[in-house]
T-cell receptor, first 114, second 112 residues
Framework: KAGVTQTPRYLIKTRGQQVTLSCSPI?????VSWYQQTPGQGLQFLFE???????NKGNFPGRFSGRQFSNSRSEMNVSTLELGDSALYLC?????????????FGAGTRLSVL | EDKVVQSPLSLVVHEGDTVTLNCSYE??????LLWYKQEKKAPTFLFML????IEKKSGRLSSILDKKELFSILNITATQTGDSAIYLC????????????FGKGTHLIIQP
């Protein structure tokens, strides 16, 4: 069974640009969550999607957005990139979410903003 | 606001030693506590502890949950260099959605 797949693995962007990251969950998983990991703040929750609806959201500005498709694949978008957006972005999937399921993580997308 | 605090933040031991990693938490409506190991990129799942499963063991790793005192520990016995990693503790929110709150992690280094 394939794991969580994130693309691309690495991205280099400049300030002001926008970026789209993609996540394919484990087959059969319907909940997809996104996290940002930085050395200073650690792993921080961005948002969770379930059945194409955002079900939960962390404390991030509106420049961070996402969506989920009918096949449970998810994308996140960051607009007007800032230097502080440089981070490892991790996607995790679980069967139905809700705190009782294990979240499995992808290898992440390393975003560098110059 | 949910909160997870891990200690120590870093730990250096020699191969063969036993280590204990700590995690305290504050969450409304506790559902579970999870431990992950992160070596390079993807955190990999170790244990999930719930009210009905407060002790888990897998090989040299074991974990217990104290719901009364709101903490969990992760024990690794007979450590090996391959155990070097960041160990993360996390709790899901009390509602029906997902979105783990993570601690800062314990960076464990095993010296040969």
């Amino acid at each position: 069974k394939a794991g969580v797949t994130q693309t691309p693995r690495y991205l280099i962007k400049t300030r002001g640009q926008q970026v789209t990251l993609s996540c394919s969950p484990i087959s059969g998983h319907r909940s997809v969550s996104w996290y940002q990991q930085t050395p200073g703040q650690g792993l921080q929750f961005l948002f969770e999607y379930f059945s194409e609806t955002q079900r939960n959201k962390g404390n991030f500005p509106g420049r961070f957005s996402g969506r989920q498709f009918s096949n449970s694949r998810s994308e996140m978008n960051v607009s007007t990139l800032e230097l502080g957006d440089s981070a490892l972005y991790l996607c995790a999937s679980s069967l139905v979410g809700g705190g009782g399921n294990i979240q499995y993580f992808g290898a992440g997308t390393r975003l560098s903003v110059l | 606001e949910d909160k997870v605090v891990q200690s120590p933040l870093s730990l250096v031991v020699h191969e063969g030693d036993t280590v204990t990693l700590n995690c305290s938490y504050e969450v409304t409506n506790f559902r579970s506590l999870l431990w992950y190991k992160q070596e390079k990129k993807a955190p990999t799942f170790l244990f999930m502890l719930t009210s009905s499963g407060i002790e888990k063991k897998s090989g040299r790793l074991s974990s217990i949950l104290d719901k009364k005192e709101l903490f969990s520990i992760l024990n690794i016995t007979a450590t090996q260099t391959g155990d070097s990693a960041i160990y993360l503790c996390a709790v899901p929110p009390g509602g029906g959605a997902d979105g783990l709150t993570f601690g800062k992690g314990t960076h464990l280094i095993i010296q040969p």
